[in-house]
């Protein structure tokens, strides 16, 4: 069974950092773009980053743009999203999602991501 685990969250007080991982069971992420989410309460989910498979193309949403750095780990088959400069409104539980049929060099948050992990709590309160 594909699954996806991602990892890493937890309290962090404003401007301070997390590194939050996105592994797979029973696949390889080469083969997939990926993209980054998230959900705070009471709120829609709105995409993050994202990466293509090619790993040379990345896309970050406006609000997270200079504080976000999405990147692969081939050898790990782990994808990370390292989140600096953190601020309250960051809050949220964050999802990592693969799409298959995307281009090689492309990646967006609009891609039918077809496999979703559970999810992992980031909690930014002094």
């Known amino acids: 069974q594909l699954q996806l685990v991602e990892s890493g969250g937890g309290l962090v007080q404003p401007g301070g950092s997390l590194r939050l991982s996105c592994g797979a069971s029973?696949?390889?992420?080469?083969?997939?773009?990926i993209g980054w989410f998230r959900q705070a309460p009471g709120k829609e989910r709105e995409g993050v980053a994202c990466?293509?498979?090619?790993?040379?193309?990345?896309y970050y949403a406006d609000s997270v743009k200079g504080r976000f750095i999405i990147s692969r780990d081939r050898a790990m088959n782990t994808i990370y999203l390292q989140i600096n400069s953190l601020k309250p409104e960051d809050t949220a539980v964050y999802y990592c999602?693969?799409?298959?049929?995307?281009?090689?060099?492309?990646?967006?948050?609009?891609?039918?991501?077809?496999?979703w992990g559970r999810g992992t709590q980031v909690t930014v309160s002094s």
């Open positions: 999602a693969a799409d298959y049929y995307s281009d090689y060099d492309a990646c967006n948050f609009q891609l039918a991501y077809d496999y």
């Open positions: 029973g696949f390889t992420l080469d083969y997939y773009a």
């Open positions: 990466v293509s498979r090619s790993g040379e193309t990345t």
